[in-house]
Each structure stands twice: as structure tokens, then as C-alpha cells.
């Protein structure tokens, strides 16, 4: 069963950078069934869908967030990343990678398969 | 304030039935998108419930069930029993932002 596993730092100062990466193991990253996204959720409140990366190029983000967030993918590493520029409290979140099936047009997808989620803390 | 209205609590008692319902509008759900329903219990990652409106996943209990109509979803649940009190959350896709959106999240508590 494909599994996909958040890391990164656990604490980033306001106005920084963070950058989390979700391995993929037990399977491949290249397929053109499945997207993969990031999904972020504030302590105690509901999912912020943050972005998706498609056919190893084609990148879709929240439109809330698109001027600070790029998504990557890295296939000889079987895994893909997000950045997420000039940070404040209000970024302080779990965030969930998860592979998202490609069925159809964008209308139809759905996050089939998530990580266990890390926590960022935006704080200095 | 989500795109997608859900209750923000439902309550049920054990083996009665309970309904979720998740309400869009013509920019989302009644535009013809699929509705998905995830389920997140306390500490965990969500779980993909239901997907295309009334699916199930391998391995997702037959006590769960969706449906759609015109801007509005709902998740059905029969049978309840004591480890379905956690949250819910629905799932769409709104045109006018071009964003997957969610619901706020409902939390179903057991009697």
C-alpha cells in the first residue's frame, strides 16, 4: 500500500520560508491516474486546500495563497515539495500531503490517500 | 466562511441514523461537480469516505452512504455506533475560484 510521509521543520520564524516534503514510498510518483496536493489545517478548524502538482509539471494553487506558494516535484526522489514564502501566525498548521485521483476533469478529483500530517508553528 | 456550508454539530443516538449535509452552489455542487466526504478522527489525518457523490472506498462500511442533489450533498449514516463521533468534512470543486474547496466541518457526537 502507497504511503506518503511529511518532513520538515517543525518551527519557522515569521517573514521565513518553509518548505515541507512529502516522500512517496511503495510506489510511484510518475503516473498520470493521480495528482498530488497539499492540504493545511489551522489548530482546531476546518482543511485549507493549499495546491496540486500534476504530470510532473502542471501546478495548480489556492488562489489565496498563489502568490507565496510553489509546489515541486523531485521523480528520481519519489517525492514532492511545497514552499511557502513570508510566513505569519496565521500559516501555523498541520499540513497534509496527499495523492489526489486524477479522474476526469479537475471537477471530479478527490484526495484518496493521505500522510499522517506535520505540524508547523510559525513563532519566533 | 467555507464555500461549502455543513452543520457545525449532529447528534444521534446508537443504531439510529443521522444525516450530514453539505450545501454549495451553482458555482460548485450545482455545477455538476462531484461531491467527496472525508472523515477525520480526533489526532489523525482525514479519511476519503465517500467519493463521486455516493461511492465507498474498499473497506469503508456500507452503513455510510452519499447523495446529491441540485446545490446540496449528504452524508447518510445508519447504524450509528459509538466510534463514528468525530468530524466530517465535504469536498468539491468551485469554478469561480478554480480551487478544491471544503466544507467547515461537521463534528457528530453519539448519545
Do not use: M
Request: glycine share 12%; with cysteine.
Amino acid at each position: 500500500q502507497l504511503q506518503l510521509q511529511e518532513s520538515g521543520p517543525g518551527l519557522v520564524k515569521p517573514s521565513e520560508t518553509l518548505s515541507l516534503t512529502c516522500s512517496v514510498s511503495a510506489g510511484s510518483i510518475s503516473s498520470s491516474r493521480y495528482s498530488w496536493g497539499w492540504i493545511r489545517q489551522p489548530p482546531w478548524k476546518g482543511l485549507e486546500w493549499i495546491g496540486n502538482i500534476y504530470n510532473g509539471g502542471s501546478t495548480y494553487y489556492n488562489p489565496s495563497l498563489k502568490s507565496r506558494v510553489t509546489i515541486s516535484v523531485d521523480t528520481s526522489k519519489n517525492h514532492f515539495s511545497l514552499t511557502l514564502t513570508s510566513v505569519t501566525a496565521a500559516d501555523t498548521a498541520v499540513y497534509y500531503c496527499a495523492r489526489t485521483r486524477a479522474v476526469g476533469g479537475r471537477g471530479y478529483w478527490y484526495f484518496d490517500l493521505w500522510g499522517r500530517g506535520t505540524l508547523v508553528t510559525v513563532s519566533s | 466562511q467555507s464555500v461549502l456550508t455543513q452543520p457545525p454539530s449532529v447528534s444521534g443516538a446508537p443504531g439510529q441514523r443521522v444525516t450530514i449535509s453539505c450545501t454549495g452552489s451553482n458555482f460548485n455542487i450545482g455545477a455538476g461537480y462531484d461531491v467527496h466526504w472525508y472523515q477525520q478522527l480526533p489526532g489523525t489525518a482525514p479519511k476519503l469516505l465517500i467519493y463521486g457523490n455516493n461511492n465507498r472506498p474498499s473497506g469503508v462500511p456500507d452503513r455510510f452512504s452519499g447523495s446529491k442533489s441540485g446545490t446540496s450533498a449528504s452524508l447518510a449514516i445508519t447504524g450509528l455506533q459509538a466510534e463514528d463521533e468525530t468530524d466530517y468534512y465535504c469536498q468539491s470543486y468551485d469554478t469561480r475560484l478554480s480551487d478544491w474547496v471544503f466544507g467547515g466541518g461537521t463534528k457528530l457526537t453519539v448519545l
